[in-house]
């Protein structure tokens, strides 16, 4: 089993910073990610790498955020620039076990908000 830590979430003012990190524990990971969850809104997909450091991004994100992993630690980390009130959510880290199985594991959830 593998278990999926996040941290860095926060209250940040339009334009600013934020870096998310989260861990896996228990095995390597294929690819890793974050998806997020508005208010009233379904999870979408953020932004994803793989173990070769293949990365992929929301159109929304583009631009802004940048995903990067170390292998080593079994950690994927999300920087967050330019941030926008409609970036709030509750953001979660995911992570597949092998290509093509799709997200395997989910952590808890961390709450970025960006107030205007």
């Known amino acids: 089993q593998v278990q999926m830590v996040e941290s860095g979430g926060g209250l940040v003012q339009a334009g600013g910073s934020l870096r998310l990190s989260c861990a896996a524990s228990?095995?390597?990971?294929?690819?890793m990610g974050w998806f997020r969850q508005a208010p009233g809104k379904e999870r979408e997909f953020v932004t994803a790498i793989t173990w070769l450091g293949v990365s992929s991004y929301a159109d929304s994100v583009k631009g802004r955020f940048t995903i990067s992993r170390d292998n080593a630690k079994n950690t994927v980390y999300l920087q967050m620039n330019s941030l926008k009130p409609e970036d709030t959510a509750v953001y979660y880290c995911t992570a597949g076990s092998k290509a093509g199985s799709g997200y395997d594991y989910w952590g808890q959830g961390t709450q970025v908000t960006v107030s205007s």
């Open positions: 228990g095995r390597a990971v294929y690819s």
